[in-house]
């Protein structure tokens, strides 16, 4: 088993940071500080060089400290076959750079794959009664950073859902007809992609999870994953053809409400407990424990994917899990590198400790 792990972390002037250097050891690294003194912030940095983006904001500027001019994130992995640097810089203008292995990439897409990371807060645990947007996000980042050509197909998905939409926006979007048909064609070729990768994903997903849902309720409860979309068929272009005629029979539809109605951007993923629409039906500790085995089984599904753990970001979660889900976490996820942030650390003395304080990390 191979597992990615961050060696260190170089922040600069990002959020309540000054210069600040961490380095982190394989296995479980626990950061421990009060409320506000930047432990969300540190797990920020490394997503963002995982992800490209903000698990908490779309302002970047809202990432420099206050009353500086620009910030950078810098941070080196350990991979399977070799290491690799992520360097990410923003500036006030908001000019925004990222270089791999010193080397400056053009496209965000280059970004994805090089650091994973599987990100888990208390956010997340709301992730079944959440609206659909949520589910979707989920996959899509999963995706995206197993997958390069699924991040380029659902660009140039929503680039093409967004040029239609602002067509059926127009005065007389009928007289527009021709230009739509070409927009279906694009949301058609690229929909279908995103919609067998989806279903894929979630199909790989569901074992996996009922299997650790089962673990982790100590009760017999069985946990149902599928992909809930309109779309029917099995193989790409079944998905192809059959995208393109549901989109047209929509048109008159999608002219009146000015905007796209079918489609993977209106896809959920269903969650049923023993045949009841967890979305709907489970309780606050149900959807906790869901929450939980399907970001375990995410971990799970990175490895077979990739051949490697991505390093798995634990935001407070302990605190909101009873102590038999806080051990079953840990033990489910040490075969990762795990970066995990908590006011008061409720498990004896780790071996790896780091104290936050004010924008300062101090190992222990
Ligand atoms: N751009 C910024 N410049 C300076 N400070 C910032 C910036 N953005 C956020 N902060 C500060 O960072 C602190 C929050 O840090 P963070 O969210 O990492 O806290 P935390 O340690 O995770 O706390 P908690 O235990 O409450 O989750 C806040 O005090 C906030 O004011
Ligand atoms: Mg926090």
């Not at 995103?194 to 790989?204: A, S």
């Amino acid at each position: 088993m191979r597992t990615m792990r961050i060696k260190t972390v170089r922040l600069k002037n990002f959020r309540n940071y000054g210069e600040q250097t961490v380095e982190f050891s394989n296995g479980l690294n626990v950061l421990s500080g009060k409320n506000a003194s930047g432990k969300t912030n540190l797990l920020e940095a490394v997503y963002l060089a995982g992800v490209g983006r903000s698990p908490r904001t779309s302002k970047e500027k809202e990432l420099i400290k206050y009353n500086e001019d620009c910030a950078s994130v810098k941070i080196t992995v350990e991979k399977k076959y070799r290491s690799h640097s992520v360097e990410l810089y923003f500036d006030k203008s908001g000019k925004k750079s990222v270089k791999i292995d010193g080397i400056p990439v053009q496209k965000m897409g280059e970004l994805l794959g090089v650091l994973n990371v599987v990100f888990f807060s208390p956010d997340e645990l709301k992730f079944i009664k959440d609206t659909p947007d949520v589910r979707r996000r989920f996959m899509d980042i999963s995706l995206s950073q197993q997958k390069k050509d699924y991040f380029y197909a659902l660009q140039r998905y929503t680039k093409a859902l967004k040029q239609r939409n602002n067509l059926l926006k127009q005065n007389s979007p009928a007289a527009l007809e021709d230009l739509l048909d070409v927009w279906d064609v694009q949301l058609a070729n690229e929909g279908a992609k995103i919609v067998l990768e989806r279903n894929r994903f979630i199909e790989e997903l569901a074992a996996p999870a009922k299997a650790a849902h089962l673990a982790v309720s100590g009760v017999n409860e069985l946990l149902e994953l599928s992909y809930e979309t309109d779309v029917e068929g099995v193989s790409y272009e079944e998905i192809r053809v059959c995208l393109i005629k549901k989109l047209s029979a929509a048109r008159e539809k999608d002219i009146r409400l000015q905007f796209t109605s079918v489609g993977p951007h209106r896809d959920d993923i269903a969650i049923f407990l023993n045949g009841a629409d967890a979305r709907r039906f489970s309780s606050q500790g149900q959807q906790r424990t869901a929450a939980l085995s399907v970001k375990l089984s995410e971990l799970k599904l990175f490895l077979r994917e990739t051949g490697e753990t991505p390093v798995l970001l634990l935001d407070d979660v302990l605190s909101e899990l009873d102590e038999t889900r806080q051990n079953l976490l840990i033990k489910e996820a040490s075969f990762a590198q795990v970066i995990l942030t908590c006011t008061s650390f409720p498990v004896n003395s780790p071996r790896n400790l780091f104290i936050v304080e004010n924008g300062t990390v101090l190992k222990m």
